[in-house]
C-alpha cells in the first residue's frame, strides 16, 4: 500500500551507470511493497510525473538521516 512522505533534504537517484539525479523538495508517494527496493513518484512537472526506485537500504538512510520525513 502506497504511503506519503516529504523530500525535504538532498536525495538522488541513480539511472543504470548514469550521474546522480535529484529529486526534487517535496512530496511523494512512496510504495514499500517490494523488501528490497523503494519506489518513489512524485509531481517533477505540470502534468509530468517522475518515477523511480532505489534500494531499501538507501531509501532508509534518507529517512535516518532526515532528508525524507514519512507522513
Known sequence: MPQFATVVGPVTYT??????IPIPPGRVEVD?????????SWE????????TAIPR???????????????
Open 15 to 20: 539511472p543504470g551507470d548514469g550521474a546522480p
Open 44 to 51: 517533477a512537472d505540470d502534468g509530468v510525473v517522475g518515477l
Open 32 to 40: 514499500l511493497s517490494s523488501p528490497d527496493s523503494a519506489t518513489l
Open 57 to 71: 537500504m538507501q531509501f532508509d538512510e534518507y529517512v535516518e538521516d532526515g532528508k525524507i520525513v514519512m507522513e
